[in-house]
């Protein structure tokens, strides 16, 4: 049985999870709009995958007989600035995931439930490498300038 502690904990990162969903898919339709259909289609495959992180995370609250709730998500900003500026938001917000991930593991460390921090691990161990491909592409459209922008636009639209 999952503590009510941890059960609150991973509710707000359900949430969180799914404020980074619509965040991602704003940017998707922010790139789209611009004429860069790879980054939007990058962006929305983003937003996929965060939403699958919501998934998991309710799936397990109910498998340690929890219950899975969803609490009010936050509109997210709708205007963006350059590609680069995009990225580097990108960047940005999978570092602060990357804290609130780090919170969930303190917290069951805490609770001292070690199917929750093996659960969690997962997570911690993917955040390292949304980072670094976050990290990645901002330095790729700093090196790419104006002109190479459509080829790695085109680079990341084949994402699967």
Sequence with gaps: MISETLQNAINEQITAEM???????????????EGF??????????????MEHAY????????????????KIDVVPQNWGSVLEVFEHVYQHECHVSALIDKLVSIAHEEKDNA?????????????????????????????????LFFLDSQLGARK
């Excluded at 404020?19 to 709009?33: G, I, P, Q, V």
Aim: proline share 0%.
């Design 56 to 71: 998991t995370m309710a799936d397990y609250i109910f498998k340690r007989g929890g219950v899975a709730k969803i609490d």
């Design 19 to 33: 404020w980074s969903a619509n965040l991602y898919l704003s940017m998707s339709f922010y790139f789209e709009r």
């Design 116 to 148: 929750t921090q093996d659960f969690l691990w997962g997570f911690v161990r993917e955040q390292v490498e949304e980072e670094a491909t976050a990290q990645g592409i901002v330095d790729k459209v700093k090196r790419a300038g104006e002109t190479g």
């Design 37 to 50: 259909s790879g980054f939007a289609h990058w962006m929305k495959k983003q937003s996929q995958e965060e």
